[in-house]
């Protein structure tokens, strides 16, 4: 059974760029990589989507090296306002329609 | 476009018990796919439909199970309620055919409790 990792939490100061890996080891040939953010009492929304190398969109970059059994979202600058819990998302198995999200990192932004 | 809607937002049941929950998706899009969500196990895949069919299941037992109607809308239903069942189920939509590669848009969720 396919499973994704991430860290569990993480700090960062207001400004600074954060950098949170995801591990899928047993993704798809033709799934695709995807990072959401999740609030307290809302449901994920979506940041990022990749396949391979590097996406980069007005929020945030993803990187994914040639193997695919990691990624990479990075988020520049951060404020307090992106203090929230983030979530990679891919198929799993030849199927690639079994949906594994990732453990979920919690990142806090601090003053 | 108005979001993705989910009825009830909360809901409190007793052991033994059944639960019908509703997903109406974004205009337009025609996959539907549920999670679950607990502290212990973070967002587990429940199943998806598309165009009234269920495409794809979780690890899930038989006693959940859900629907998908002609206009989109989607239920999912928990029959013989356990005290592990309480979590937040979360609706998400999305436009095109194959979820694994779609964006998809959630809504808030509705906090189930079993007492």
């Known amino acids: 059974l396919a499973k994704t990792t991430q860290p569990i939490s993480m700090d960062s100061y207001e400004g600074q760029e954060v950098n949170i890996t995801c591990s899928h080891n047993n993704i798809a040939t033709n799934d695709y990589i995807t990072w959401y953010q999740q609030f307290p009492s809302q449901g994920p929304r979506f940041i990022i989507q990749?396949?391979?190398t590097k996406v980069t969109n007005e929020v945030a970059s993803l990187f994914i090296p040639a193997d695919r059994k990691s990624s990479t979202l990075s988020l520049p600058r951060v404020s307090l306002s992106d203090t929230a819990v983030y979530y990679c998302?891919?198929?799993?198995?030849?199927?690639?329609?079994?949906?594994?999200f990732g453990t979920g990192t919690r990142l806090t932004v601090i003053p | 476009k108005a979001g993705v809607t989910q009825t009830p937002r909360y809901l409190i049941k007793t052991r033994g018990q059944q639960v019908t929950l509703s997903c109406s998706p974004i205009?337009?899009?025609?996959?539907v796919s549920w999670y679950q969500q607990t502290p212990g196990q973070g967002l587990q895949f429940l199943f998806e439909y598309f165009s009234e069919t269920q495409r794809n299941k979780g690890n899930f037992p038989g006693r959940f199970s859900g629907r998908q109607f002609s206009n989109s809308r989607s239920e999912m239903n928990v029959s013989t309620l356990e005290l592990g069942d309480s979590a937040l189920y979360l609706c998400?939509?999305?436009?095109?055919?194959?979820?694994?590669?779609?964006?998809?848009?959630f809504g808030p969720g509705t906090r189930l409790t079993v007492l």
């Open positions: 205009s337009g899009h025609r996959s």
């Open positions: 990749g396949y391979k």
């Open positions: 998302l891919v198929g799993e198995g030849t199927g690639a329609n079994n949906l594994f």
């Open positions: 998400a939509s999305s436009p095109g055919t194959i979820v694994s590669t779609d964006t998809q848009y």
